[in-house]
């Protein structure tokens, strides 16, 4: 059975930073790449980043740019995403996914919930 | 890139059929078939329901269907049935490498 676990989340302040893991199990985490996705409290779905199997190629949505880096250790069945200046507009739950051939979650976990604020 | 274009909300009673537009541009959903669609209940994770416009999962019911033409897709649940009520997003890879969601719409079974 796929099952993500995310880890890490809690309150920063702003200009704070954090790190989020996913424990990935049931699978073989080398062969897809993985992805982050956030919800706002009560708002849509965004999407955030991704990594390709092997680590070699890394996507992220513009906001997020230059203040996020998503990583993996398939040895440790790992995903993580380093959140660097947090601003209160990354307050959400973000979700480890397992992406699929141009998909961007197939299998979901539970998330983590971020808050920023002072 | 700005999120897909959804309907905020959609309504139907029992038994009926509606359907979910998302639009896009051709730089997303335009440009590949690459269009899924995800349901989420109050308090839990999404699930994915259709994927590559049409496709769906092991498990999904046969009463959802995708389509898509041009820059906008479809998602169809024909024999509406009460635990059908959530939340419906649509997704699509992008010219970027990146992918895009839509805003979403709530399910409302009457």
């Known amino acids: 059975e796929v099952q993500l676990v995310e880890s890490g989340g809690g309150l920063v302040q702003p200009g704070g930073s954090l790190r989020l893991s996913c424990a990935a199990s049931?699978?073989?985490?080398?062969?897809?790449?993985m992805t982050w996705v956030r919800q706002a409290p009560g708002k849509g779905l965004e999407w955030v980043a991704n990594?390709?199997?092997?680590?070699?190629?890394?996507y992220y949505v513009g906001s997020v740019k230059g203040r996020f880096t998503i990583s993996r250790d398939n040895a440790k069945n790992s995903l993580y995403l380093q959140m660097n200046s947090l601003r209160a507009e990354d307050t959400a739950l973000y979700y480890c996914?397992?992406?699929?051939?141009?998909?961007?979650?197939?299998?979901w976990g539970q998330g983590a919930l971020v808050s920023v604020s002072s | 890139q700005s999120a897909l274009t959804q309907p905020a909300s959609v309504s139907g009673s029992p038994g009926q059929s509606i359907t979910i537009s998302c639009t896009g541009t051709?730089?997303?959903?335009?440009?590949?078939?690459?269009v899924s669609w995800y349901q989420q209940h109050p308090g839990k994770a999404p699930k994915l329901m259709i994927f590559?416009?049409?496709a769906r999962p092991s498990g999904v019911s046969n009463r959802f269907s995708g389509s898509k033409s041009g820059i906008t897709a479809s998602l169809t649940i024909s024999g509406l049935q009460a635990e059908d009520e959530a939340d419906y997003y649509c997704?699509?890879?992008?010219?970027?490498?990146?992918?895009?969601f839509g805003i979403g719409t709530k399910v409302t079974v009457l």
């Open positions: 997704c699509s890879y992008t010219t970027s490498d990146t992918y895009v």
């Open positions: 590559d416009v049409s």
């Open positions: 049931g699978f073989t985490l080398s062969t897809y790449w």
């Open positions: 996914t397992r992406a699929s051939a141009a998909v961007a979650g197939d299998y």
């Open positions: 990594i390709k199997q092997d680590g070699s190629e890394k």
């Open positions: 051709s730089s997303d959903i335009g440009g590949y078939n690459y």
